[in-house]
Structure formats: structure tokens, C-alpha cells
């Protein structure tokens, strides 16, 4: 069965940058060809979908209060799909998972989730 595995994870000030990437647990499995999306979730809340990408990267979209700032993106050569994320504010402390599917109304495929911790 395959599983996602999510990096890139930490600890950091506001104002700074992260990249989260997150790959097939099996490698000869690209995930490039699926709808992928990122969700953040803080205990006590809702989990939050913030970003979505589509196979092959045609199209991206974002929840409003990071668009600007948060960027998915496809890695054809690492066939993984990253999250750039820049000018970190506390508001995003969260931990991060990204999610697949064959397309965009249902993730079927997980990840374990990456912290981030963002300092003021």
C-alpha cells in the first residue's frame, strides 16, 4: 500500500521560509500524476485544506489567507510535490499534511504530518 511521506518540517521566526515536500513511500511511485493537496490542522481546530495542485501541475489553488505566500509545486525529477512557504507568521503553526487522489474531490492517500512551529 502506498503512504506519503511529508519533510521539511520546524521550527521557526516569523518573517522566515519552509519547504515541505512530500513523496511516495514507494519510490518507483510518482504522486506527480495525482490531484495532491496540503492541509494544516491546529489540536482543537479543524483540519484546514490550504493548497491543491493538479496532476501534472496544471492548476494550483489556495485558501485566501495564504495566497501570496504559500506556492505548491511539482518535482518531475524527485517526483515529489513541495509546499514553499514564505514570511511565516505565528497564525501558521500547524502541523502540515498532504494528501493525494486520482483527483481533486477525494484524498484517499495520507501522510503522517510535519510540524511547524513558527516563533514571533
Known amino acids: 500500500q502506498v503512504e506519503l511521506v511529508e519533510s521539511g518540517g520546524g521550527s521557526v521566526q516569523a518573517g522566515e521560509s519552509l519547504r515541505l515536500s512530500c513523496a511516495a513511500s514507494?519510490?518507483?511511485?510518482?504522486?506527480?500524476?495525482?490531484?495532491v493537496a496540503w492541509f494544516r490542522q491546529v489540536p482543537g481546530k479543524e483540519r484546514e485544506r490550504v493548497a491543491v495542485?493538479?496532476?501534472?501541475?496544471?492548476?494550483?489553488y489556495y485558501v485566501d489567507s495564504v495566497k501570496g505566500r504559500f506556492t505548491a509545486y511539482q518535482d518531475n525529477v524527485e517526483h515529489t510535490v513541495s509546499l514553499q512557504i514564505d514570511t511565516l507568521t505565528p497564525e501558521d503553526t500547524a502541523i502540515y499534511y498532504c494528501?493525494?487522489?486520482?483527483?481533486?474531490?477525494?484524498?484517499?492517500?495520507w501522510g503522517q504530518g510535519t510540524q511547524v512551529t513558527v516563533s514571533s
Open positions: 495542485i493538479t496532476p501534472s501541475g496544471d492548476a494550483t
Open positions: 514507494r519510490h518507483i511511485y510518482s504522486i506527480t500524476r495525482l490531484c
Open positions: 494528501a493525494a487522489g486520482l483527483n481533486c474531490e477525494r484524498f484517499t492517500i
